[in-house]
């Protein structure tokens, strides 16, 4: 069994190398043409890859659109979390860092159309099921981790007693999704600075 493991890895790989290129493309093309906008057909044209090795790869349009959210997932985790969680205590510090990765992520353009998930949420939120359930999962995640950080803040008395920390969680996330739309809509990085501002006047109590 361990002999038939090597073969059966460098079979994988080519396979395995496509499937992270097509995806990663499709994550671009998804912040300017829409998850709906993605085809198999469509990113066979855009990664040079025959559409009879994607349909392989994939199966289906929406196998396609949920593996593209993870990876849009995975490339916030890296470029938004992990450096904050990585970087700070927990608590205002984070709640801080957390934010100014995200607004940092979007003015940096890590996708041509700004945060992935605001961009798609705004599509597939009234269309029911599985990629709109995968979009709110990970939006919902996101959420989660604010408030978890805004509870510890005023658990450690660094805003003030009696402060909801879901409010806090839901006024950071309107102030980051809207700076991302404002951004991308008329090209305006000024709106970056002022979102910062923002969110160091409602953290500081």
Sequence with gaps: MREEEGPRKQTRAPGERSRARIVK?????????GIEGLSIGRLADATGIAKSSVYALFGSKEELQLATINEARDSFIVEVVTPALSATEPGCDR?????????????????????????????????????????????????????????IAVEHGELPPGTDPAQIAFELGVILA???????????????ARARSAVKSRLSG
Excluded: M
């Design 25 to 33: 493309e499709a994550a671009q093309l998804a912040t300017i043409e």
């Design 178 to 192: 809207g700076t991302n739309i404002v951004s991308v809509l008329h090209d305006d990085q000024a709106v970056v």
């Design 95 to 151: 709640l801080l860092a957390l934010c100014d990765g995200f607004l940092s992520y979007v003015e940096r353009r890590i996708f041509p159309g700004g945060c992935f998930f605001v961009a798609a949420s705004a599509e597939v939120g009234a269309r029911p099921g599985r990629v709109h359930d995968e979009v709110a999962r990970i939006q919902q995640q996101w959420r989660d981790l604010l408030e978890r950080e805004a509870k």
